[in-house]
């Protein structure tokens, strides 16, 4: 019931019903980022932690 409601899939059909995207155009997009997304992956679980210095740095805007 959920997949049928579920935004995502709902917003695929849509384009591909609207020849926004063809089906192998979506595929090779979700690939692509799933390479992306896994080659980000690695770089993170390869980088060092940040020092304790850094943990609350880049949280809150600055006032102006």
Not at 9 to 28: I, P, S
């Amino acid at each position: 019931e959920w997949m049928e409601r579920c935004p995502l899939a709902r917003y695929r059909a849509w384009l591909q019903d609207q020849g926004v995207m063809t089906q192998e155009a979506m595929e090779e997009m979700l690939t692509g980022l799933d390479r992306e997304l896994d080659a980000d992956l690695e770089w993170a679980r390869n980088s060092p932690f940040p020092g304790r210095e850094e943990v609350v740095t880049d949280i809150y805007r600055e006032r102006k």
